[in-house]
């Protein structure tokens, strides 16, 4: 199992652009969400689902449009960057809670924004 | 909200055990509690739950009381390897998908 996949690693923007970042999961979780973590700082939500087809916002989900056609995929849509959007994003998935004995996240490796 | 609070930073040496304790004062009967490690530069790591008295594993122990108003982490003979910031959260049983984090505790471990 690959776990959390998520593409790319790197990426620089200009401002305005727009972008897609990836998260793939093979665990057949329900559960998948998106972090942003500034440097020196804690995990934020940005947006999160509980399965395919249901989306919902997190904590900062401004300027981030996310979808959930498939379990697998939880796709994350910069519409257009902003140097404050200058961040690492985290995607992670878990089981539904109560359909298993673990209720942890499994997260990916991130992916390292800089928007110039 | 099983809001979480815990210590910002806590020092210690390598060889001593380590207590983190989180306070959950308003856990709902259905929730659990967990524990996450996340070093530099890498996305936080899942390493432990339970839902009261001890559970025990290869990387630490949690201890939670009678009432689960708390919870502590125990990571026995910690060393340099341990640096890392630890995060308690309560995932919120019927908001199901919706975890917030804290600010976690940064733990050093000096030599």
């Known amino acids: 199992n690959a776990g959390v996949t998520q593409t790319p690693k790197f990426q620089v923007l200009k401002t305005g652009q727009s972008m897609t970042l990836q998260c793939a999961q093979d665990?057949?979780?329900?559960?998948m969400s998106w972090y942003r973590q500034d440097p020196g700082m804690g995990l934020r939500l940005i947006h999160y689902?509980?399965?395919?087809?249901?989306?919902d916002q997190g904590e900062v989900p401004n300027g981030y449009n996310v979808s959930r056609s498939t379990t697998e995929d939880f796709p994350l849509r910069l519409l257009s960057a902003a140097p404050s959007q200058t961040s690492v994003y985290f995607c992670?998935?878990?089981?539904?809670?109560?359909?298993?004995?673990?209720?942890?996240?499994?997260f990916g490796s991130g992916t390292r924004l800089t928007v110039v | 909200l099983a809001k979480t609070t815990q210590p910002i930073s806590m020092d210690s040496y390598e060889g001593q055990e380590v207590n983190i304790t989180c306070s959950h004062n308003?856990?709902?009967?259905?929730?659990?509690i967990t524990w996450y490690q996340q070093f530099p530069s890498q996305g936080p790591r899942f390493i432990i739950q339970?839902?009261?008295t001890k559970v025990t594993n290869e990387v630490a122990s949690l201890f939670i009381p009678a009432d689960r108003k708390s919870s502590t982490l125990s990571l026995p003979r910690v060393s340099l390897s341990d640096t890392a910031v630890y995060y308690c959260l309560v995932p919120i049983y019927n908001q199901g998908g919706k975890l917030i984090f804290g600010q976690g505790t940064e733990l050093s471990v000096k030599p």
């Open positions: 689902s509980v399965g395919a087809g249901i989306t």
């Open positions: 308003n856990i709902a009967t259905n929730d659990y």
């Open positions: 665990m057949n979780h329900e559960y």
């Open positions: 339970g839902y009261k």
């Open positions: 992670a998935s878990s089981a539904m809670l109560g359909q298993g004995a673990n209720y942890g996240y499994t």
